[in-house]
């Protein structure tokens, strides 16, 4: 069974980086056609795919985030990481690193509160 564990700062003064990792134990994120997805959630508001990094290190992300999001990976840690630029307080959300395997987000982490706030 697929773990996964976020962690990084809580509060993040704005136009810095936010910067979050993911842990995954249970499995390796080199394993085929496992997609490791960063989705955050703003109070009040629904679920927002943020971007992926592929079993192969491809990395994928949402347009409407234009160029400010960046995902990468250590796999001799298990580990990949999330940093969001020039973050303002629209930035604050619950963030939750998951697992993707075929269409379905199948395993999720326990989700980090991030503020933007100065």
């Known amino acids: 069974q697929v773990q996964l564990q976020e962690s990084g700062p809580g509060l993040v003064k704005p136009s810095q980086t936010l910067s979050l990792t993911c842990t995954v134990s249970?499995?390796?994120?080199?394993?085929?056609?496992?997609?490791w997805t960063w989705i955050r959630q703003p109070p009040g508001k629904g679920l927002e795919w943020i971007g992926s990094?592929?079993?192969?290190?491809?990395?994928y992300y949402s347009p409407s985030l234009k160029s400010r999001p960046s995902i990468s990976r250590d796999t001799s840690k298990n580990q990949f990481t999330l940093q969001l630029s020039s973050v303002s307080p629209e930035d604050t959300a619950v963030y939750y690193c998951a697992k993707r395997s075929g269409w379905y987000l199948d395993s999720w982490g326990q989700g980090t509160q991030v503020t933007v706030s100065s």
């Open positions: 990094i592929a079993y192969s290190g491809s990395t």
């Open positions: 249970g499995g390796s994120i080199t394993t085929n056609y496992y997609y």
